[in-house]
């Protein structure tokens, strides 16, 4: 089994950055697609991002376009979301989650999940 394991959340006021992290560990990052998902108070998850296993391809849902980036290591076997211009409305669990070989990053259909971070945007 794939192991996942984030990291990088926490208490940020509006307007500021952080940037959360996803090990991976049991295979090799190259061969899977990993996806941001995250779930605020009271709503269902979503997704936020996606890197495809291959060529690079990556996708952001709107609400974050513009001021989220994604990001891989492959040597590190780590994924990075580079959060920027947070709003309240970012504050949710952030989940990383991984499919091997996918071309995309289907919410019901990702076959390895961490058990996420939170992060709070609050002044």
């Known amino acids: 089994q794939l192991h996942i394991v984030e990291s990088g959340g926490g208490l940020v006021q509006p307007g500021g950055s952080l940037r959360l992290s996803c090990a991976v560990s049991?295979?090799?990052?190259?061969?899977?697609?990993i996806g941001w998902f995250r779930q605020a108070p009271g709503k269902e998850r979503e997704g936020v991002s996606c890197?495809?296993?291959?060529?690079?391809?990556?996708n952001f849902a709107d609400s974050v376009k513009g001021r989220f980036t994604i990001s891989k290591d492959n040597a590190k076997n780590t994924v990075y979301l580079q959060m920027n211009s947070l709003k309240v409305e970012d504050t949710a669990v952030y989940y990383c989650?991984?499919?091997?070989?996918?071309?995309?990053?289907?919410?019901?259909?990702?076959?390895?999940w961490g058990k996420g971070t939170l992060v709070t945007v609050s002044s």
């Open positions: 989650a991984a499919l091997m070989y996918g071309s995309g990053c289907p919410i019901g259909g990702m076959e390895y």
């Open positions: 049991g295979f090799t990052l190259e061969h899977y697609a």
């Open positions: 890197i495809r296993s291959s060529r690079n391809f990556t």
